[in-house]
């Protein structure tokens, strides 16, 4: 079941993003949504100002005004006044997300994740962009995320499916397969 939150979340985003692919803004709206989300995650207490109901909306549009006029598009600025004045600023990061999901349909652009102990170079991870690329048919946003527990090999995310060639799942498997020869 999918929550309120949401459903209004996903709503916003596809708003703000209709503004933007008629202005021929999309790309840029992501960045600052994105950037925006960051502030707003690096500074939770202000997001929590910005959702308190006792302080006028007046001066939260001040502060808005302060923090990010000049840096962001106008219309992504009257975008920040209209969810703090709804009430709804407070779910800015989802619909971050919400717009990044549309904004990457729209443009035929996939997600993929690798999981390595170490950081891939830049070699590797052109090599696996190419190929992830080829395999999709899709243009390809690569993030690798360095985790030490997978041990060695890599972990591929890719929508909803995963390609563990990882040796920590190899290693559990095959101490899986000795615990039940030995049971």
Same mark, same amino acid.
Request: negative net charge.
């Given at each position: 079941?999918?929550?309120?939150?949401?459903?209004? /979340?996903?709503?916003?985003?596809?708003?703000?993003?209709?503004?933007?692919?008629?202005?021929?803004?999309?790309?840029?709206?992501?960045?600052?949504?994105?950037?925006?989300?960051?502030?707003?995650? %690096?500074?939770?207490? @202000?997001?929590?100002?910005?959702?308190?109901? /006792?302080?006028?909306?007046?001066?939260? #549009?001040? /502060?808005?005004?302060?923090?990010?006029?000049?840096?962001?598009?106008? @219309?992504?600025?009257?975008?920040?006044?209209?969810? !703090?004045?709804?009430?709804?600023?407070?779910?800015?990061? %989802?619909?971050?997300?919400? @717009?990044?999901?549309?904004? @990457?349909?729209?443009?035929?652009?996939?997600?993929?994740?690798?999981?390595?102990?170490?950081?891939? !170079?830049?070699?590797?991870?052109? +090599?696996?962009?190419? #190929?992830?690329? /080829?395999?999709?048919?899709? +243009?390809?946003?690569?993030?690798?995320?360095?985790?030490?527990?997978?041990?060695?090999?890599?972990?591929?995310?890719?929508?909803?499916?995963?390609?563990?060639?990882?040796? +920590?799942?190899?290693?559990?498997?095959?101490?899986?397969?000795?615990?039940?020869?030995?049971?």
């Amino acid at each position: 079941m999918i929550a309120l939150a949401s459903i209004v /979340s996903e709503r916003y985003a596809l708003s703000l993003y209709e503004v933007a692919k008629a202005e021929g803004l999309a790309e840029q709206f992501l960045e600052e949504l994105r950037g925006v989300a960051g502030v707003f995650e %690096e500074y939770p207490d @202000y997001l929590k100002v910005l959702v308190i109901p /006792s302080i006028a909306f007046e001066e939260k #549009k001040t /502060s808005l005004n302060e923090v990010f006029a000049g840096r962001v598009h106008p @219309y992504m600025l009257n975008f920040l006044m209209l969810i !703090t004045e709804k009430g709804r600023v407070g779910a800015i990061a %989802e619909m971050a997300e919400a @717009y990044k999901e549309l904004y @990457y349909f729209e443009e035929g652009i996939c997600e993929v994740v690798a999981v390595t102990a170490a950081p891939m !170079t830049a070699g590797n991870l052109e +090599k696996l962009k190419e #190929k992830m690329e /080829s395999v999709t048919g899709k +243009k390809v946003v690569l993030n690798n995320k360095v985790d030490p527990k997978v041990i060695g090999g890599i972990m591929v995310r890719i929508e909803n499916k995963q390609i563990d060639a990882t040796i +920590k799942t190899r290693l559990n498997e095959l101490a899986r397969q000795l615990s039940q020869t030995i049971a």
